[in-house]
């Protein structure tokens, strides 16, 4: 059904191109709140809850069309249409290539359709866009495993760990002889 739904939306992707994307709304200054309380969060709980903060703050799109189109790629993804899903967040970047969002979730179609170039492309300009994007740090960190590009994924995953200690993917840090974590 939904792959229906999303060839029946695909032109409405395609004049989203034409369209202007307004800019995103300024959440830094909430961005940098939620940060700092989850550097210093007691448990994961408590870190579980920032981070869901932040997500909303990352998926909150400039506008109904950038929204419609994060969604419908997001939820074409959980269906594993993956093609689909870049499709329509293929549209999202062309609508609007200032939201870092639309590069990061990209970039996750293109990871679990094992693309690693295409993830690692995308999520180098999200965070271009966005440098303390947690969540594409740790993409990114990911997609260079897969590329095994491990010492280049110890140096990525620690700068996001860095900015979230609770990050779950901190598992795959290797702690280097006479340097904390």
């Not at 992707?13 to 961005?31: E, G, I, L, T, Y």
Request: net charge negative; aromatic share 6%; glycine share 4%.
């Amino acid at each position: 059904m939904r792959l229906i739904l999303a060839i029946l939306l695909l032109p409405l992707a395609a004049q989203a191109q034409d369209a202007v994307c307004p800019d995103a709304p300024d959440n830094s200054a909430r961005k940098a709140e939620i940060m700092q309380s989850l550097s210093i969060a007691r448990d994961q709980t408590e870190a579980g809850f920032l981070s869901d903060q932040l997500w909303r703050i990352w998926t909150a799109a400039p506008d109904a069309e950038a929204q419609r189109l994060l969604d419908l790629g997001m939820a074409l993804r959980r269906e594993y249409n993956l093609a689909g899903s870049r499709d329509m967040l293929s549209a999202l970047v062309a609508y609007c290539p200032d939201y870092a969002e639309g590069y990061n979730q990209r970039a996750f179609s293109a990871f679990l359709a094992q693309d690693y170039a295409d993830a690692l492309s995308d999520l180098n300009a999200a965070l271009a866009i966005t440098p303390d994007h947690v969540a594409a740090l740790s993409g990114k960190a990911l997609t260079l495993i897969g590329l095994a590009r491990d010492d280049e994924a110890q140096v990525v995953l620690r700068e996001a760990v860095r900015l979230n200690p609770w990050l779950g993917e901190r598992v795959l840090l290797r702690e280097p002889v006479g340097q904390d974590i």
